[in-house]
């Protein structure tokens, strides 16, 4: 069975800092892909982060530059690492496992698994 479990979330002022742990079981991060999303009351999950099996990792426009994806195989976690955060950044982050078809690392719809979320909220 796999579980993603988050960590790290919280408040913090505009320009602030905050590291977001997935932690995985049942599911290998080695050699496999991984995405951070977030998302909004009203709004769609939105891809903010992906690494694939060759370490490779992509961002969206909004946070390039800000925002780094790192994993440690000996933990089997992902993390993301979020620098001058905005206030506009203020979402539930998940991580997300389990890439399908179509195989985008920033679509919501290319993964089987999810964790439950965790609150980030940046003031202005």
């Known amino acids: 069975q796999v579980q993603l479990v988050e960590s790290g979330g919280g408040s913090v002022q505009s320009g602030g800092s905050l590291r977001l742990s997935c932690a995985a079981s049942?599911?290998?991060?080695?050699?496999?892909?991984m995405g951070w999303f977030r998302q909004v009351p009203g709004k769609e999950r939105e891809g903010v982060a992906g690494i694939d099996s060759a370490r490779n990792t992509i961002y969206a426009d909004s946070v390039k530059g800000r925002f780094t994806v790192s994993q440690d195989n000996a933990k089997n976690t992902v993390y993301l690492q979020m620098n001058s955060l905005k206030p506009e950044d203020t979402a539930i982050y998940y991580c997300a496992a389990g890439l399908r078809s179509p195989w985008r690392l920033l679509l919501h719809s290319s993964y089987n698994y999810w964790g439950q979320g965790a609150q980030v909220t940046v003031s202005s």
């Open positions: 049942g599911y290998s991060v080695r050699n496999n892909n």
